[in-house]
């Protein structure tokens, strides 16, 4: 059974930082691209990041560009984001998939900047 299982969510104050991990079980993790994406309440979900499946190649959403850094452990399975210099506008739920958005979407994990 998949399972992706989002974490390191919470809240942070403008400018700050966040590492967001994500959990990867029933699937050959080391096979597949991974992504990031977030939703705001009411609106779609966009994508944040991307990283091939040996972490050769990574690409960012214009808004999160040299803020925002995706990265792999294949060992581990598990999926990184890292957040710095976080602004209001970044607030949203995270959730992780394959790049192709292959597996069910998890739970996510709730991000918020504020002062």
């Known amino acids: 059974q998949v399972q992706l299982v989002e974490s390191g969510g919470g809240l942070v104050q403008p400018g700050g930082s966040l590492r967001l991990s994500c959990a990867a079980s029933g699937f050959t993790f080391s096979s597949y691209g991974m992504s990031w994406s977030r939703q705001v309440p009411g609106k779609e979900r966009e994508l944040v990041a991307r990283?091939?499946?040996?972490?050769?190649?990574?690409n960012y959403a214009d808004p999160v560009k040299g803020r925002f850094t995706i990265s792999r452990d294949n060992a581990k399975g598990t999926m990184y984001l890292q957040m710095n210099s976080l602004k209001s506008e970044d607030t949203a739920v995270y959730y992780c998939?394959?790049?192709?958005?292959?597996?069910?979407w998890g739970q996510g994990t709730r991000v918020t900047v504020s002062s």
């Open positions: 990283i091939t499946n040996t972490g050769d190649i990574t």
């Open positions: 998939n394959t790049w192709g958005y292959l597996y069910p």
